[in-house]
């Protein structure tokens, strides 16, 4: 059974760059692909980026596309999410999930100042 434990979010100004961590736990995150989603108050939960199992191919949502980065180091079993040119609109709960399966993490804040 996975778990899964984000970290890293927290407070920054608009321009700014934030690295969340996913880290994984009892299963090798490298079995699974991997997607990070976000939620904003009072918004739907939004998929933001995702990385395949077998060949790392990443996706990302248009909205972010050009400024985020999804990677992962198998040694260390955890998924990241480099976040660059940061915007207020970026702002949000930020979840890890694996991609075929319903398992999330708890989430990490991301707050954006303009």
């Known amino acids: 059974q996975v778990q899964l434990a984000e970290s890293g979010g927290g407070l920054v100004q608009a321009g700014g760059s934030l690295r969340l961590s996913c880290a994984g736990s009892?299963?090798?995150?490298?079995?699974?692909?991997m997607d990070w989603f976000r939620q904003a108050p009072g918004k739907e939960r939004e998929f933001v980026a995702r990385?395949?199992?077998?060949?790392?191919?990443?996706v990302y949502a248009a909205s972010v596309k050009g400024r985020f980065t999804i990677s992962r180091d198998n040694a260390k079993n955890t998924v990241y999410l480099q976040m660059n040119s940061l915007k207020p609109d970026d702002s949000a709960i930020y979840y890890c999930?694996?991609?075929?399966?319903?398992?999330w993490g708890q989430g990490t804040q991301v707050t954006v100042s303009s």
């Open positions: 009892g299963r090798a995150l490298s079995e699974y692909g």
């Open positions: 990385i395949g199992r077998y060949d790392g191919g990443t």
């Open positions: 999930k694996l991609t075929v399966y319903d398992v």
